[in-house]
């Protein structure tokens, strides 16, 4: 290139030499071109036989050619009668190859580089890939990277391109310092980040790779922690990142500028639409007068406004937050100003830099699409959406003029990234009777870029073996409900607490129907077969009992249902605020042989108690009722009850039970309720990069009410049973993991008790 620019400006020098006077040519001859066309090259020339030209229509020419990015060097000369254009082609690329990448495959490289086969070869091209592929190294904890690049002529001007990557040791973290803060610990606000310290998990989580991207996120989602938190005048000052060569780790420090912390003074909605009534609108503001401030409020309550404005057929109404602080009281006056907006349409939805997800499930989030009245609160409402999703690891949406006066152009940045995950876990559990486990699990959230949902799962132990598979299409026929399915297939064993060997398997095909951001409907169709195949031969004296409460054979469930769900949960692996509660019915009788209705409800309360120390209060409780339809209950679709609703307890720990010759079995029961009390806190002297936190908790509740045959020596009783006890929590790399010490305060003789108690998954 270096050279092509000497070669033009000699020319234009030369240009600039001639006399000034216009000239004709009567053809324009084409040189040095081999595999471009003469008539492509002469397209390019904005001189034309019989026409007069001059010195400004050469350089116009020349420029035109230059930029197709076709040649090295171009040179235009008048021989006799003819125009001679003589050029030199740019090579074309024939192969790109990677070389020493071990940690990233060919596939994530091939996406960056721009350089691609049959292509035109260009040498600030390969500048930019060079340094695109050590950015990227970068972004995956590999700072010292080294990328070269080599060419290798072929034959008919082709040339082969190899990245050589010597790709290093794996950079880290050493430590993230905050400044200014005082209202709340750093590691309270390290606790909010994405990025952490390297510490022993870290080859696993890789949450301690330096990107920039995920930097500037984590910034916001501290910005966005202090106004939810009242510090409305709250700024990150500066972020100072230096990179440690001998220790090969990055120190972040941190700057902020926390102001004060506001309360909601007078909260009015105010409007200049004449026609339009303010006074139901009223109900919809959640930010009531004399709370903190929460900017997270605010933005609901502004989306509530607009869509109810909406509603009401102003299309081209916005709704304007307006914040007045008053700084002697330190409280913000709020208005919310609905307006007649200007009539603008938008004319586009551009989406851009997707890579893998499809355009489509971008689209879709958006409330609008091109022709549509132009409103920003459904612009900050897709942006949320599509950060929510967790498929990219940037989303920026910006707006253009548009072809006219009153259209706009939506353009809609996204970078994506990885949605895949592949978990190999093992341990030894006290859930199920106890003993070693271990799980295989492949979970994509972004299928083929779709927006799919698909889980494979397959665990076993000493006593159990299952398989399960899930899929979710999210906006199923193009709208957003959910259409799904579930397969299911367990193999039990025969244990201490359980007499018989059984097959479980099924499946289940739910639709699910949104009714505002917060609450959903799903509709379920269930069957489900299970096999009791064989009771366990040191039983043989309880044949009699348990051929009534056990029988051997196969029985059919097959059952309609639905399923409630309202939750505003921040989030749902560490969730510290928000309400969940989940009201399911199923009616069996559908054909098979069970014929009951079981109804259930499962309600939290998430609360931070002192957001400064991230201590986290839990309010949870549940209930639930199985009735017989015209016949008993049978004992195998009784609810079962342990130390997963009150610890202290063994799974089928608590509730009714067979009286056996030498043993007792859980037969369950129709009726159950139970209630937690519990509080969460970070655990004390250890780093906070480890993922540990403690908790404390009280429980109570009860199963009973045995829908069978008289005559058996059963036990059952709705006495309360209660216990309290501590917890250790550990978000780890394979899922959070739960470790319960507890002790049970009341309970029934019969009843089976375990201090110590070890669960995996999430709670939801």
Not at 540 to 548: E, K, L, N, R, Y
């Amino acid at each position: 290139m270096a050279i092509a620019a000497l070669a033009f400006l000699a020319q234009l020098s030369i240009l600039g030499a001639v006399e000034a006077r216009a000239e004709t040519v009567s053809s324009i001859v084409v040189q040095g071109n081999q595999r471009i066309d003469a008539e492509t090259v002469r397209n390019y020339v904005s001189i034309q036989p019989g026409k007069s030209f001059g010195p400004d229509q050469i350089n116009e020419s020349i420029k035109a050619l230059y930029a197709t990015g076709l040649f090295s060097d171009v040179k235009i000369a008048k021989r006799g009668s003819s125009l001679v254009v003589s050029v030199s082609e740019n090579n074309v690329v024939g192969s790109v190859r990677f070389q020493g990448n071990k940690k990233l495959k060919d596939d994530m490289l091939t996406t960056v580089v721009e350089t691609k086969p049959r292509g035109v070869l260009s040498q600030a091209k390969l500048d930019g890939d060079v340094e695109r592929l050590k950015e990227l190294y970068k972004r995956n904890g590999r700072a010292e990277a080294a990328v070269t690049v080599q060419t290798i002529p072929r034959d008919n001007g082709r040339t082969d391109v190899v990245f050589n990557i010597v790709e290093g040791t794996r950079t880290g973290i050493s430590n993230i310092t905050f400044v200014g803060n005082k209202a709340f610990s750093s590691r309270r606000l390290r606790n909010v980040m994405s990025i952490k310290t390297t510490n022993f998990t870290s080859w696993l989580s890789k949450r301690d790779q330096f990107d920039d991207a995920k930097l500037q996120a984590d910034e916001e989602q501290i910005r966005r922690f202090y106004m939810r938190n009242g510090f409305a005048d709250f700024r990150v000052v500066s972020t100072d990142v230096q990179f440690n060569d001998q220790k090969n780790r990055y120190s972040i420090t941190i700057t902020v500028d926390e102001g004060a912390r506001y309360r909601f003074g007078n909260v009015a909605v105010d409007s200049s639409i004449t026609d339009l009534n303010t006074a139901p609108l009223n109900s919809l503001v959640q930010t009531k007068s004399g709370r903190v401030f929460n900017s997270q409020l605010v933005e609901r309550t502004t989306e509530a406004l607009n869509s109810a404005v909406l509603g009401e057929g102003h299309s081209f109404a916005t709704v304007r937050p307006r914040g007045d602080r008053d700084y002697a009281n330190h409280t913000i006056n709020m208005t919310y100003m609905v307006d007649e907006g200007p009539r603008l349409y938008v004319e586009r939805i551009e989406i851009r830099g997707n890579t893998r997800t499809r355009d489509y499930v971008i689209r879709r989030e958006f409330d609008m699409s091109e022709g549509d009245a132009y409103n920003r609160v459904l612009i900050d409402k897709a942006e949320r959406r599509l950060k929510n999703l967790g498929y990219f690891k940037t989303v920026n949406i910006t707006t253009q003029p548009g072809s006219t006066p009153d259209k706009v152009v939506i353009i809609c940045n996204v970078e994506d990234q990885s949605t895949g995950s592949f978990q190999v876990g093992g341990g030894y559990t006290t859930d199920q009777g106890g003993g070693f486990i271990a799980t295989v699990s492949l979970t994509e959230k972004n299928f083929l870029g779709r927006g799919q949902y698909l889980k494979l799962s397959v665990g076993g132990g000493q006593s159990d073996r299952t398989f399960n598979v899930a899929f979710t299409e999210p906006f199923f026929l193009g709208r957003r409900m959910s259409l799904g399915f579930d397969g299911l297939y367990n193999q039990a064993e025969q244990t201490d607490y359980r007499p018989y060997n059984m097959n479980n398997w099924g499946g289940t095909i739910r639709l699910g129907l949104p009714i505002t951001d917060d609450f959903d409907v799903q509709f379920n169709y269930k069957l489900a077969q299970r096999d009791v195949t064989s009771w366990g031969t040191q039983y043989f004296q309880d044949w009699g009992a348990f051929a009534q409460l056990y029988p051997l054979g196969s029985w059919i469930n097959s059952s309609v249902g639905y399923q409630l769900t309202y939750s505003t949960i921040d989030n749902y692996q560490e969730p510290s605020n928000g309400v969940f509660v989940r009201l399911a019915q199923d009616f069996a009788g559908i054909g098979g042989d069970g014929q009951f209705v079981r109804s259930t409800i499962d309600a939290r309360y998430y609360k931070e108690l002192m957001p400064e120390s991230d201590i986290i209060g839990l309010i949870k409780a549940g209930a639930g009722n199985i009735t017989g339809l015209g016949q008993d209950v049978a004992v195998l679709d009784n609810f079962y009850r342990g130390g997963e609703t009150i610890r202290g307890f063994q799974s089928f720990g608590y509730g009714g039970r067979y009286q056996g010759v030498d043993d007792s079995y859980a037969i369950g029961g129709t009726n159950y309720y139970n209630a937690t009390l519990e509080v969460q806190f970070p655990m004390p002297v250890f780093p906070e990069e480890f993922g540990l936190r403690g908790a404390v908790f009280a429980d109570a509740g009860t199963l009973f009410g045995y829908d069978g045959l008289v005559g058996l020596q059963i036990e059952d009783s709705s006495s309360i049973r209660s216990s309290v006890g501590a917890s250790i929590i550990w978000n780890s790399p394979f899922g959070p993991l739960r470790a319960d010490f507890a002790q049970a305060l009341t309970k029934e003789t019969y009843d089976q008790t375990q201090v110590f108690r070890f669960s995996a998954g999430t709670q939801f």
